[in-house]
């Protein structure tokens, strides 16, 4: 288990940029794939971008690719989710989440993690 704690979120104007960081506790953190969800109010729970354990490789959905970049500093037990071009439908409260996999596996269902953070809101104003 690894406990994880978001920070970064904020109220942003449509065409600004944020970062998201996920500290990650233990000394395990390479042996975790890590994935970023986010959920607007009245909405399930969505894909937004995930990492495998060495950072080798990433996944996005059609709605942030090339707008929001996922990475990783293994040395920090740290995630990132570098958000650019931020529209008002990117308002949500945006959470971390870990699950142990092999290296190169990028899980994109939500069910497919165990450890979650408790979340960051960020908001777009138009």
């Known amino acids: 288990q690894v406990q994880l704690t978001e920070s970064g979120g904020g109220l942003v104007q449509a065409g600004g940029s944020l970062r998201l960081s996920c500290a990650a506790s233990g000394r395990t953190f390479t042996r975790y794939a890590m994935g970023w969800f986010r959920q607007a109010p009245g909405k399930e729970r969505e894909f937004v971008a995930t990492i495998s354990r060495t950072g080798g490789r990433t996944y996005y959905p059609d709605s942030v690719k090339g707008r929001f970049t996922i990475s990783r500093d293994n040395l920090k037990n740290t995630v990132y989710l570098q958000m650019n071009n931020l529209k008002p439908e990117d308002t949500a409260v945006y959470y971390c989440?870990?699950?142990?996999?092999?290296?190169?596996?990028?899980?994109?269902?939500?069910?497919?993690?165990?450890?979650w953070g408790q979340g960051t809101q960020v908001t777009v104003s138009s």
């Open positions: 989440a870990a699950t142990l996999t092999p290296d190169l596996v990028v899980p994109k269902q939500a069910a497919q993690y165990g450890d």
